[in-house]
Nanobody, 115 residues
């Protein structure tokens, strides 16, 4: 059973920073495309950032320049560094693993940004 475990969420004031982590038990982590999604109350789950095995990254327009996704293949972990946080960043953040269409999700971590 593959597990993805997120951590690092919390309550922060607008303009603050948080770093999310997602550790996975999946073997050959280096072959996975890893992504962060978020879901605000009453809204659909949206893709926030993606990093490929080759470390190519892509971001949702509204977080470009503020968020940074990275990975440590020696620790089977992906990170999301979030800076200059805004109240509209408030959501549950989910880690996603994708290898050739085999997808796994974490349980989510709450990020709340107060104004």
């Amino acid at each position: 059973q593959v597990q993805l475990v997120e951590s690092g969420g919390g309550l922060v004031q607008a303009g603050g920073s948080l770093r999310l982590s997602c550790a996975t038990s999946e073997l050959a982590f280096n072959l996975n495309t890893m992504s962060w999604y978020r879901q605000a109350p009453g809204k659909q789950r949206d893709l926030v950032a993606t990093i490929t095995p080759g470390r190519h990254t892509s971001y949702k327009d509204s977080v470009k320049g503020r968020f940074s996704i990275s990975r440590d293949d020696t620790k089977n972990t992906v990170y999301l560094e979030m800076k200059s946080l805004k109240p509209e960043d408030t959501a549950i953040y989910y880690c996603n693993s994708n290898r050739a269409g085999q997808v796994y999700w974490g349980q989510g971590t709450q990020v709340t940004v107060s104004s």
